[in-house]
């Protein structure tokens, strides 16, 4: 990653996903007019936080065991489903693209979960203010996957991704990749599998095929079934 910085004080980090989508619906903006401060994690940007003073986690969530994170959840079923199975813990979702910070919203909404926290924004800037050892399970489910050879540097499964989510993955935490693309599984078997400071935990075939016990099938996953591709579901373990 490249020293320069940007105005803010802010590393210039190449982003290459979309921020925003079709127009939102008046609903949807309503949703993220009323609703997405008050579910803030807390100071995040480098404008709000440029001494990058982590987040004081037990004041995000007071009175939650555990924390968890997901790395883009898309529309947000995936975790609203697990917010509602999992009342005792806390989540913080992170994603950029905008439609689907709304799609999100009008599901807490919805389901009236209390216990999720909504970060519209890249992963990289969390990962900057998120404690050492401080998450407990982290999902990185269908990502973009950037098909074409040369973009491959551009998957999260790269170092300047997996170093620092190692860094706040607590020993023993749980670290989850679904997806439908063939050479995204040998990525990031090559990438995470490999790592010292990752094990993965399949056993046999059955381990990565099937998905897992509290899973709910996504509308990414849907597609993926529709168009004829396989889902792989890779459990790792932060050593």
């Not at 551009?154 to 679904?178: M, Q």
Request: with cysteine.
């Amino acid at each position: 990653m490249s020293d320069d910085k940007h105005p803010s004080g802010a590393p210039w980090r190449n982003f290459y996903g979309r921020f925003r989508g079709k127009t939102l619906r008046d609903s949807q903006k309503a949703y993220l007019e009323e609703d997405l401060a008050a579910l803030s994690p807390g100071p995040v940007s480098w404008e709000d936080n440029p001494e990058r003073t982590p987040l004081d986690l037990a004041q995000v969530f007071p009175g939650k065991s555990e924390i968890w994170l997901e790395i883009g959840f898309g529309g947000g079923e995936h975790m609203v489903h697990q917010a509602a199975l999992h009342p005792h813990v806390g989540l913080i979702g992170c994603e950029p693209f905008i439609n689907g910070v709304a799609m999100l919203l009008g599901k807490i909404r919805k389901a009236e979960v209390e216990n999720v926290k909504v970060h519209p924004g890249d992963v990289r800037d969390m990962f900057d203010v998120l404690p050492d050892a401080s998450i407990s399970r982290a999902f990185l489910l269908y990502p973009d996957p950037w098909p074409k050879k040369r973009h491959h540097r551009r998957r999260f499964v790269t170092p300047e991704h997996l170093d620092p989510l190692s860094r706040v993955l607590k020993p023993g935490a749980i670290f989850r990749v679904a997806t439908d693309i063939p050479d995204y599984v040998r990525q990031t078997l090559e990438q995470v599998a490999t790592r010292p400071d990752f094990e993965w935990l399949a056993e046999g075939p059955e381990d990565w095929r099937k998905p897992w016990g509290d899973w709910i099938s996504t509308r990414y996953e849907q597609k993926a079934l529709r168009e004829g591709r396989t889902p792989h579901y890779l459990t790792f373990r932060r050593v």
